[in-house]
């Protein structure tokens, strides 16, 4: 059988148990220790001395390649072009965009440099899957290389329509870097569907079925939803069931309703939206003050980038505003947190909540609201408030209660709707979800994605 290589920015032995690792790290790390692998990627670290050869160790069934970035690299690559142009722009915020041109030669510098070091490693019948924005263009540089070796790319996040991908100045020569890759696949059809729109638009590629044909190369292209382990979640939501935090919560809530969100601190999960929208609930239905919390916790990401300090900033003074005008002595309505938990512990706190509110403006995925759903007790489930802009949303509408997030009033409806579901219409939504969850598991998406590579 042939080896797995999988290349991603982020690598789990280093992030794992640091602050929050993000959808990618935790969906990789299940889905390469079941099958076991190879994972090349930064190790987390800024070095002066570039030349450090990269460090190898194992962990199990798991072979790590690392390596450290030299400052220049970071800031070119990681904070510049990948998480100051890719990943705004990814998600709609073409506003918080700043593209340098000498941030994108750093980043296909970095990528060629990743490239290399696979080369010392690869043997001809090694499978390659390469994730995420970081490394769009390794693939290309790869075959510059002359690596033959099948190559697949998985994008997490949103590929946007042509018309906001277009105000990237380098749009062109980065899609056409797409087309080195024997598989690309997305989070949903409409990503997929961005995509060939743009390929055909802007390429001049054909669309065939499952396949961009461009030049002389053929690309298959498909929607690949990122799973969870539904069962695994489940039996970790019950771990900490005696656990101290979680006592913490209980004593705090004194019997209150619990609403909980978990994001990265991040601009595209709407938390302003959110707050405001728990504001617009005390307001419009007064039975609910004094009666439920909404926990907002929020581990602070890429503080080095001015949009998420200004996030930061400004959620600061939001939950501020709020908390001022509606605490009382016995009551805070928003207990906002930058911090993270243990996983075990997340997901008890899911557990013991009635109301999971995920709303992000834009969203590749979501593991949070997946999550959320597997970790609620089947007798007494809590309800999973989702934005219609998660890519979750194209499995999860039937189950969740959509909301639009830049619709205040109507999230705080549907807060009220949510608090006052009665059982049996709670118990039929978590049923039909948690079907959804075990079918399109994580171990479906791995082998979906890498069966299509390898056929
Ligand atoms: P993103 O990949 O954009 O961060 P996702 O919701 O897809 O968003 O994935 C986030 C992952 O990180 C989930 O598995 C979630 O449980 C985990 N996570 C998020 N916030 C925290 C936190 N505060 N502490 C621990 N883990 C977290
Ligand atoms: C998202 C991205 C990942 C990234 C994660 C954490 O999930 O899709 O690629 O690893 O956020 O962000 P960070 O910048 O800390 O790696």
Redesign the pocket.
């Given at each position: 059988m042939s080896r797995l290589i999988v290349v991603s920015n982020r690598v789990a032995s280093i992030t794992e148990g640091k602050?929050?690792?993000?959808?990618?790290?935790?969906?990789v790390l299940d889905a390469l220790r079941g099958m076991g692998g190879i994972w090349l990627g930064w190790n987390g670290e800024i070095e002066t001395d570039p030349v450090q050869p990269p460090l190898t160790h194992s962990e199990k069934n798991i072979d790590f390649i690392t390596v450290a970035l030299t400052q220049r690299e970071y800031d070119q690559y990681y904070r510049g072009f990948s998480n100051g142009v890719l990943w705004p722009t990814f998600h709609y915020r073409i506003d918080l965009s700043r593209y340098i041109r000498r941030d994108y030669s750093g980043y296909r510098a970095v990528n060629r440099r990743f490239a290399q070091i696979l080369t010392s490693s690869i043997a001809s019948d090694d499978i390659i899957w390469v994730h995420d924005y970081h490394l769009i263009p390794f693939g290309q540089a790869c075959r510059s290389l002359g690596i033959k070796n099948k190559i697949g790319f998985f994008l997490?996040?949103p590929f946007p329509s042509p018309s906001v991908l277009r105000t990237i100045p380098s749009h062109q020569e980065l899609v056409e870097s797409m087309c080195a890759y024997d598989l690309v696949g997305f989070q949903t059809q409409s990503d997929v569907q961005a995509f060939i729109d743009y390929t055909t638009r802007h390429l001049g590629a054909i669309h065939i079925g499952d396949t961009v044909r461009l030049g002389d190369r053929s690309i298959k292209v498909g929607a690949y939803p990122?799973g969870?382990q539904p069962e695994q979640i489940r039996t970790l939501s019950k771990e900490s069931r005696h656990s101290k935090p979680l006592d913490a919560l209980r004593e705090g809530l004194q019997h209150r309703k619990l609403i909980v969100s978990?994001?990265?601190l991040?601009y595209?999960?709407g938390l302003i939206e959110r707050f405001d929208a728990f504001e617009c609930l005390l307001e419009s239905s007064p039975q609910h003050r004094g009666k439920v919390t909404l926990v907002q916790?929020?581990?602070p990401?890429r503080q080095d980038v001015q949009g998420y300090r200004q996030i930061r900033r400004q959620l600061e003074s939001t939950a501020g505003r709020i908390n001022g005008k509606w605490t009382e002595l016995s009551w805070t309505p928003i207990r906002y947190?930058n911090?993270?938990?243990?996983?075990t512990l997340?997901?008890s706190f899911f557990r013991v909540s009635q109301v999971g509110l995920?709303t992000?403006l834009r969203?590749?995925?979501?593991?949070?609201?997946k999550?959320y759903v597997a970790s609620q007790p089947a007798e007494d489930p809590g309800v999973l408030v989702l934005s219609e802009f998660a890519g979750a949303a194209a499995e999860m509408h039937e189950g969740a209660l959509m909301v639009n997030p830049y619709d205040v009033q109507g999230m705080a409806d549907s807060l009220d709707r949510a608090l006052n579901m009665p059982l049996e219409e709670r118990k039929q939504r978590y049923e039909h979800l948690m079907g959804i969850l075990k079918k399109n598991n994580l171990s479906v998406w791995r082998d979906r994605f890498l069966n299509d590579l390898g056929s």
């Open positions: 602050s929050s690792a993000g959808g990618l790290v935790v969906g997490h996040i990122i969870i978990v994001d990265r991040d595209s999960k916790i929020a581990p990401s947190m911090r993270s938990y243990e996983r997340l997901m995920v992000p969203d590749g995925m979501n593991l949070v609201a999550e």
